[in-house]
């Protein structure tokens, strides 16, 4: 899933973390994509997870939270 730099800038600042966005804001690309830069992500504690929690809704088509276990095609894909 691509997520804009400043939205993942943004939620390191929440976290109470200026020192660590700001050095993110130098190491992360301008689109960040969740499975090429995990390793990144994961340096600055972000949790992909909650990232696809927060930003998933902004897909294009509606395809928010795919891997939910509730209803709808989350619990399509993630319900055996």
């Known amino acids: 899933m691509q997520i804009d730099k400043s939205q993942i800038l943004d939620l390191i600042r929440q976290h109470g973390q200026p020192d660590q966005a700001a050095q993110a804001e130098q190491e992360l690309p301008d689109q960040v994509d969740t499975d090429q830069h995990a390793g990144l992500l994961s340096k600055y504690g ?6 696809l929690q927060k ?4 897909l294009p088509g509606g395809l928010g939270n ?3 276990g509730g209803g709808g095609l989350g619990g399509m894909l993630g319900g055996r």
Do not use: R, Y
Request: hydrophobic content about 40%; charged content about 15%.
């Open 46 to 51: 972000i949790d992909i997870g909650e990232l």
């Open 55 to 58: 930003f998933g809704g902004n």
């Open 66 to 68: 795919l891997g939910g």
